[in-house]
């Protein structure tokens, strides 16, 4: 069993920034991928951004890109979503997820494991 805590998010201000946090266990950070969703109110779970394991390789929704920043601490076992800039719109419930294979998706259906999510509100 694959176990993903989130952790980091909050209420800020538009323009704001956060950190989110997803540390995740049984899954080597070499041959795994971590995807970072969201879903806000009425809408549908959208892809934010990923990262693979062995190469590292990223990939942003084209809605944040500039603004968020994806990484990994493979000693830790987290990965680590920085959100600046931040908008009204970013406001949604966002979902690390994990999958054991070494490609980076915005695509929800090749995620095994997810987490519970953590609120991010971005609001005046």
């Known amino acids: 069993q694959v176990h993903i805590v989130e952790s980091g998010g909050g209420l800020v201000e538009p323009g704001g920034s956060l950190r989110l946090s997803c540390a995740v266990a049984e899954l080597s950070p070499d041959n795994s991928a971590i995807g970072w969703f969201r879903q806000a109110p009425g809408k549908q779970r959208e892809g934010v951004s990923c990262?693979?394991?062995?190469?590292?390789?990223?990939l942003y929704r084209s809605s944040v890109e500039g603004r968020f920043t994806i990484s990994r601490d493979k000693y830790r076992n987290t990965v680590t979503l920085l959100l600046n800039s931040l908008k009204p719109e970013d406001t949604a419930l966002y979902y690390c997820?994990?999958?054991?294979?070494?490609?980076?998706?915005?695509?929800?259906?090749?995620?095994?494991?997810w987490g519970q999510g953590t609120q991010v509100t971005v609001s005046s």
């Open positions: 997820a994990a999958h054991a294979g070494d490609w980076c998706s915005l695509f929800e259906t090749e995620y095994n494991y």
């Open positions: 990262i693979a394991g062995t190469d590292g390789a990223l």
